[in-house]
């Protein structure tokens, strides 16, 4: 069971509201957030809002350069060294952190990878769910003694990819017949169920979490997916516009904003969020409504995942 049903709150925005739209009249002088992926997409529109809402943010980043670049006209974001498929760079990177002595007030969990051609990491792993999970996993473990037992919040921005695929319990790395799109749908569900298990798990010590879809939004996530795949998708017209229904990466970039800063949230940890409110259960099939299917509000297949992901990875911080 959960404690957080899934029904909208009426928060008064929805999915044309942007990251700043959420943020008016919400102070974050003194918060520190760490988002990852903070400086493309989605992400740099997320840094932008919670910098110009007060907020130093911390960029962890596979090509700091690239992020150094991106961020040069935000003086509040910082960049630092990550590349989540290592996690000797995660542990080299949280711990550095820890060192600091900084307490973090909001973790977004936003870097990713999608549809890309088979690719093995670590020792073997299945790049999708390495780096889309069990780095933010490892991630958010490893910061735990920073995470602010006021009120700190983690923000797992996942997807309705998940429609596509539950957690492949008997192969989890794809040993057999890979398929780049439910290797990108099994790690969101794991992003989703990510979220449910921590908020179970924090809650007694003031962090809660959520799970977020940000909608449909074209950045360079998309850049293993082809021109004309993107067409024969309906993502874009033949001149290359986003289709109807597509966010901007501004509005994309609320929910997951909305979920880490709204007090409307208070006491409804595990949410998965949707169009900044809580979502709807899915009624449909259509990622472009979305929703939320119930593999990813179950509480056992959370606390399964846990135990594997912690296997995997050598971490709990929370045993």
């Not at 962090?207 to 950045?219: C, D, E, K, N, R």
């Not at 067409?231 to 880490?260: C, D, L, N, S, Y």
């Not at 949230?265 to 900044?276: I, K, P, V």
């Not at 939320?292 to 995942?305: G, S, T």
Request: charge should be neutral; charged fraction near 15%.
């Amino acid at each position: 069971m959960t404690t957080t049903q899934q029904h909208k709150i009426g928060s008064g925005f929805g999915a044309h509201s942007t990251a700043a739209d959420v943020l008016a009249g919400i102070d974050l002088t003194g918060r520190t957030a760490l988002v990852t992926g903070g400086y493309s997409g989605l992400g740099l529109a997320t840094t932008r809002a919670l910098a110009a809402a007060g907020a130093r943010v911390v960029v962890p980043a596979r090509r700091p350069a690239q992020a150094l670049r991106a961020l040069h006209d935000i003086p509040a974001a910082e960049v630092a060294d990550l590349d989540l498929a290592d996690l000797a760079s995660v542990r080299v990177f949280a711990d550095r952190f820890l060192d600091t002595g900084r307490v973090l007030d909001i973790v977004i969990a936003g870097a990713g990878i999608m549809a890309c051609p088979e690719t093995r990491v670590g020792p073997g792993w299945e790049a999708h769910f390495a780096v889309n999970h069990l780095g933010h996993f490892a991630l958010v473990n490893r910061l735990r003694p920073a995470l602010n037992p006021q009120g700190a919040r983690v923000v797992s921005v996942a997807s309705s990819g998940h429609f596509l695929s539950d957690i492949r319990w008997a192969d989890p790395h794809f040993r057999r017949g890979y398929d780049r799109w439910l290797a990108y749908a099994q790690s969101k569900t794991a992003n989703a169920l990510f979220a449910l298990h921590l908020d179970a798990l924090g809650a007694g010590s003031g962090l809660h979490a959520f799970a977020v879809h940000p909608g449909s939004i074209l950045t360079p996530l998309q850049r293993h997916v082809p021109h004309e795949e993107q067409i024969a998708q309906g993502w874009i017209t033949p001149e290359g516009r986003p289709a109807p229904g597509f966010k901007t990466p501004e509005q994309g970039a609320a929910t997951a904003v909305w979920a880490a800063t709204t007090p409307l949230l208070a006491g409804r940890g595990g949410a998965y969020c949707q169009d900044c409110d809580i979502a709807e259960p899915a009624t449909t099939d259509d990622m472009l409504i979305g929703g939320v299917k119930p593999w990813v509000r179950d509480a056992d297949a959370a606390a399964r995942l846990w135990t594997l992901s912690s296997e995997l990875t050598g971490v709990d911080a929370f045993a």
